[in-house]
């Protein structure tokens, strides 16, 4: 070894020891007799002293050092004249005997500091040194420290990390599969899975009764921001469960981590409908963290002559406390917000609760204190609060209303990233229509179970939009961080679902059909859930975006910058692969 | 859940209880008045008794079902009139009072047991049912069992598993990268991680100090017996670090692994020089669970008039302890095995030292009794044995003479699996002389140091093939499990080195660019090492193949017979990556 201790671990009681210790040079202070150096390492910061008096060659050589020279040093620890009690090892310092230059660096296009990062693109493109920086090195650490927890926690309860294969068959149902042209099989191709989902559930055939597996996983879409084409699930299955045992195991798991990493212990996670959640807060994924509730206000709203309303399939508004004094501006501001093309509605009407009881609002002319009154009781507003009501559609007014709602929660620090609030969002809709393609599609995949009491409705195709899965999400603070479901484990039922889909015995055969054979011999009821490990690390951390809780991430166009992926490849490659490039121009 | 308790846990302490067991009909057995049937999951068996005095109905349903069938059974567990003192819950049966179908199982195309499997090609297109059986399933609980140790060991020593990129950029580098066309970057290709090594080294550059990953990484190579197109590695990374700093360590571990796996204590494994293990055994990978160490017997065997030894650069043997009896078939069958083309040696000598005292040997002609004793005195052999010898250029020869040891170890049962012989073959060569090509390669990959007393020598061409590597491999019973060096933190030797392997300064940027740029910022001295898993945990196991510790594995062809990947992909996915297929017919 190139040291005896770390940079974080020598403190008061190692004063006196001869030590060698080794690091990048922090900074460096020269106070004219004295020179200073921190040396850094992953585990903390060291000061080195350098003393012309008495060793004038070694300080002189530690003056000509530069910003992240790799360094070896040996010396005394000493004790420290000014102590900094911020650092663990702000007692002591070494007293440098034996500097070893280990190697030399360029001047780092950005200071190695909490705060300097350089922007993004300096980031992206130097991300070893970005690297260093603590708060970066840190989630790394800290998803380390999780991976850890939840193979320890799941092996505990005798699941068995089975790894799954990465070269598999191309399903065309879902997300775009990223291809690999097979040498050996001319012509034919591999797909990088989506996610292990036909092999955990063969797993259950097989009888391994409890699957887990931190596992990359690859969709090849078009990068939304904070979407990487390569992320990482946590997969897990179980044989012989009801959907209750699975949601105990992974609320379960779930509330070790808050324990372990967050020291915040929690009761039983609360649980929503996805048609409630959609009804109260216009999200499958609402954020919890406060209130701010949807009330819906047909019957308070109609029949006043307002044309708007009147016409609306919902109003529906939301009840801002003690946002009363809302100026003009501030207001426009949210009419702005909410006619944001991501947005969409087309206007927002607002209802001033002042503070001595009148109310002033946007739609005077057609509503009287009455008629106003009538509509803040019905919203349980009080003197001094705000409510903004949007109207329309229903669905798709409640996913505009949810908008504004995280935007008031934002403005009113409702959304702290320190407060964690899950839940488990239920009863998922099996199928989803399509306006596009004319056609149903399964929320979840084609292997998730309908729940038993809506199974006769796959026989009316009128009722399927109303048929319920037995689906679930967990969410935390406004984010989805993990799903599952029941799977189908009967043929019978898979078929009809799979003829719900809009496949044929042929088609539905040719993709699925090992998965569909494999269930004719013994398939146990099985169910399984995946969290997705980037975004669950982002959010134990408090922070927004998941990249960088991912050592080397790719960009919104799925590039490397750093390395210079993807690339052309060579024509023997190709040739070799019988493959070519056929650019469309 | 389905269940009160699995099949493997209920023993005497339980009589008495009601329970509700779920599994597998293993077997079924009809004695008239009752009916048992063997329940199975992955934790064990449990007998069920049907009773047709008691319960005709229900004894009667039971008969009706077969192998494989999924169950749910409720009952009282009661005292077994015959235990069975193999399986933990041999002292008690379920008398069944509920009997619940849960799937009907069409009949498996082999059964379920220990021994049956079907032969290969049943057992891969069926594997989730080869799955189901105790063999195949023990490997994989003790592969997940072995990444934990591994796991907690490494992060109990300050490793952080992070995770490395699986879209990554091509090198030409090396064995043929698997390739991914990128459709958001027409005519560009990721390529599927050989290893994560750069990824680890640039993570020493940004301080991680030390680094772990249980990894897959991807090959396109012809597969021989026993490789898979995707396989997985420890891979692990340390800075600050000497030779000897990582071959402790990663002992540690495989002593941790060997002690928690099989109870087996290890001392200090032994290290051989490549050069000796190929001097010795004729193999960078010796097999030293049996001694049978090559004889070097030039100063014996030349200048009698045998023109093929005084030929021959080396004339090497070894002595198979009381083997002297083998008969003249025997000793032709050993001669076919050394001239078969995949050992390739033109004959083979023999010398038996008989019982009593004589010799017989198949170059009695040139050799008399005198000059026989001094070659077997030269061998150690004693009245009994037998020496086989070879002869030819010396390294051929060598590598000839190990697979006839090898031979001759297992003929005569010293290759025990169930013994372990791990050591550490050092100083490999840096660089590898192609014949084909006419240049060097890097024996590990060209980042790997050469020994500080050896650098000099990359000044000199003409001794190229003596500069030896500060590299390591870890060996166990004539398989390297795993490998490693300690890296090049110098950017000028690193441009050296590059050189040396033919590389311009812009093919190296091209290629390495973001690496060395890496290192002008501050690399540390580092070094690392993989261990091939799937070979780790056959050998763990005893077992020859690295298949049956793989949960789905590819063929020879690198396909799955059971998904039928690879396969054709649709024109529309092709379209939008911009690519053809172009089969050369």
Same mark, same amino acid.
């Given at each position: 070894? %190139?040291?005896?201790?770390?940079?974080?671990?020598?403190?008061?009681?190692?004063?006196?020891?001869?030590?060698?210790?080794?690091?990048?040079?922090?900074?460096?202070?020269?106070?004219?007799? #004295?020179?200073? /150096?921190?040396?850094?390492?992953?585990?903390?910061?060291?000061?080195?002293?350098?003393?012309?008096?008495?060793?004038?060659?070694?300080?002189?050589?530690?003056?000509?050092?530069?910003?992240? %020279?790799?360094?070896? $040093?040996?010396?005394?620890?000493?004790?420290?004249?000014?102590?900094?009690?911020?650092?663990?090892?702000?007692?002591?310092?070494?007293?440098?005997?034996?500097?070893?230059?280990?190697?030399?660096?360029?001047?780092?296009?950005?200071?190695?500091?909490?705060?300097?990062?350089?922007?993004?693109?300096?980031?992206?493109?130097?991300?070893?040194?970005?690297?260093?920086?603590?708060?970066? *090195?840190?989630?790394?650490?800290?998803?380390?420290?999780?991976?850890?927890?939840?193979?320890? %926690?799941?092996?505990?309860?005798?699941?068995?990390?089975?790894?799954? +294969?990465?070269?598999?068959?191309?399903?065309?149902?879902?997300?775009?599969?990223?291809?690999?042209?097979?040498?050996?099989?001319?012509?034919?191709?591999?797909?990088?899975?989506?996610? +292990?989902?036909? %092999?955990?559930?063969?797993?259950?055939?097989?009888?391994?009764?409890?699957?887990?597996?931190?596992?990359?996983?690859?969709?090849?879409?078009? &990068? !939304?921001?904070?979407?990487?084409?390569?992320?990482?699930?946590?997969?897990?299955? #179980?044989?012989?469960?009801?959907?209750?045992? $699975?949601?105990?195991?992974?609320?379960?798991?779930?509330?070790?981590?808050?324990?372990?990493?967050?020291? /915040?212990?929690?009761?039983?996670?609360?649980? /929503?409908?996805?048609?409630?959640?959609?009804? !109260?807060?216009?999200?499958? =994924?609402?954020?919890?963290?406060?209130?701010?509730?949807?009330?819906?206000?047909?019957?308070?709203?109609?029949?006043?002559?307002?044309?708007?309303?009147?016409?609306?399939?919902?109003?529906?508004?939301?009840?801002?406390?003690?946002?009363?004094?809302?100026?003009?501006?501030?207001?426009?501001? &949210?009419?702005?917000?909410?006619?944001?093309?991501?947005?969409?509605?087309?206007? #927002?009407?607002?209802?001033?609760?002042?503070?001595?009881?009148?109310?002033?609002?946007?739609?005077?002319?057609?509503?009287?204190?009455?008629?106003?009154?009538?509509?803040?009781?019905?919203?349980?507003?009080?003197?001094?609060?705000?409510?903004?009501?949007?109207?329309?559609?229903?669905? =798709?007014?409640?996913?505009?209303?949810?908008?504004?709602?995280?935007?008031?929660?934002?403005?009113?620090?409702?959304?702290?990233?320190?407060?964690?609030?899950?839940?488990? $969002?239920?009863?998922?809709?099996?199928?989803?229509?399509?306006?596009?393609?004319?056609?149903?599609?399964?929320?979840?995949?084609?292997?998730?179970? +309908?729940?038993?009491?809506?199974?006769?409705?796959?026989?009316?195709?009128? *009722?399927?939009?109303?048929?319920?899965?037995?689906?679930?999400?967990?969410?935390?603070?406004?984010?989805?961080?993990?799903?599952?479901?029941?799977?189908?484990?009967?043929?019978?039922?898979?078929?009809?679902?799979?003829?719900?889909?809009?496949?044929?015995?042929?088609?539905?055969?040719?993709?699925?059909?090992?998965?569909?054979?494999?269930?004719?011999?013994?398939?146990?009821?099985?169910?399984?859930?995946?969290?997705?490990?980037?975004?669950?690390?982002?959010?134990?951390?408090?922070?927004?975006?998941?990249?960088?809780?991912?050592?080397?991430?790719?960009?919104?166009?799925?590039?490397?910058? #750093?390395?210079?992926?993807?690339?052309?490849?060579?024509?023997?490659? &190709?040739?070799?692969?019988?493959?070519? $490039?056929?650019? =469309?121009?």
């Amino acid at each position: 070894m %190139y040291r005896t201790h770390t940079c974080g671990e020598l403190n008061a009681t190692n004063i006196g020891q001869t030590v060698t210790l080794a690091g990048w040079l922090q900074r460096s202070r020269d106070l004219g007799g #004295m020179t200073f /150096i921190d040396l850094r390492d992953r585990y903390g910061i060291t000061q080195l002293a350098f003393n012309m008096e008495t060793n004038a060659d070694l300080c002189e050589k530690a003056r000509r050092l530069g910003r992240e %020279y790799v360094l070896q $040093v040996t010396g005394t620890v000493i004790e420290r004249a000014s102590k900094n009690s911020k650092i663990p090892t702000g007692e002591i310092e070494i007293e440098v005997s034996d500097l070893n230059v280990l190697n030399a660096a360029k001047t780092p296009p950005f200071t190695i500091e909490d705060q300097s990062d350089g922007g993004d693109d300096l980031r992206m493109r130097y991300r070893y040194l970005d690297l260093r920086r603590n708060p970066v *090195r840190r989630n790394l650490e800290m998803r380390h420290r999780m991976a850890m927890l939840v193979r320890n %926690y799941l092996s505990d309860r005798n699941f068995l990390e089975i790894e799954t +294969p990465m070269l598999i068959k191309s399903t065309p149902e879902g997300a775009r599969d990223f291809v690999v042209p097979s040498r050996m099989n001319p012509g034919e191709f591999y797909a990088l899975p989506q996610s +292990p989902q036909q %092999y955990k559930q063969l797993l259950m055939v097989s009888g391994f009764d409890r699957y887990f597996q931190i596992v990359r996983c690859f969709r090849d879409e078009d &990068l !939304r921001a904070d979407r990487q084409p390569e992320f990482t699930q946590i997969d897990c299955e #179980m044989s012989f469960v009801h959907q209750e045992d $699975v949601l105990d195991m992974f609320e379960g798991l779930a509330k070790h981590l808050f324990r372990e990493m967050k020291g /915040i212990e929690f009761d039983k996670f609360p649980r /929503i409908t996805w048609h409630d959640a959609m009804r !109260r807060f216009g999200s499958d =994924k609402p954020d919890i963290r406060f209130g701010m509730e949807f009330v819906e206000l047909n019957d308070v709203t109609k029949g006043h002559g307002f044309g708007l309303f009147d016409g609306a399939e919902l109003v529906v508004g939301i009840c801002a406390q003690g946002c009363a004094d809302y100026t003009r501006k501030q207001l426009d501001a &949210l009419t702005d917000f909410v006619k944001r093309p991501q947005v969409g509605a087309g206007g #927002m009407v607002y209802i001033k609760y002042n503070a001595d009881g009148s109310f002033k609002s946007s739609v005077d002319k057609f509503y009287d204190a009455t008629a106003l009154k009538a509509i803040a009781d019905k919203m349980g507003a009080h003197p001094g609060d705000l409510m903004l009501i949007l109207c329309g559609p229903a669905m =798709k007014t409640r996913v505009q209303l949810c908008a504004l709602r995280l935007e008031m929660g934002q403005q009113l620090g409702l959304r702290d990233p320190q407060k964690f609030a899950p839940l488990w $969002v239920i009863d998922f809709p099996l199928l989803e229509w399509d306006d596009e393609t004319q056609r149903f599609y399964a929320m979840h995949h084609p292997f998730t179970a +309908p729940k038993p009491e809506d199974e006769a409705l796959l026989d009316d195709p009128s *009722r399927w939009g109303d048929i319920r899965a037995n689906a679930y999400d967990i969410v935390m603070n406004g984010c989805e961080v993990g799903g599952g479901s029941i799977r189908i484990h009967d043929r019978t039922l898979q078929n009809k679902m799979f003829h719900t889909l809009g496949f044929t015995d042929e088609s539905a055969a040719a993709q699925f059909g090992f998965l569909m054979d494999a269930f004719t011999y013994g398939a146990p009821p099985h169910a399984g859930l995946a969290f997705g490990f980037d975004r669950l690390c982002s959010i134990f951390a408090g922070a927004d975006s998941i990249r960088d809780f991912i050592a080397f991430p790719k960009n919104n166009s799925g590039r490397d910058v #750093m390395s210079g992926s993807p690339s052309p490849i060579a024509q023997d490659q &190709l040739d070799e692969l019988q493959i070519k $490039v056929d650019l =469309k121009g």
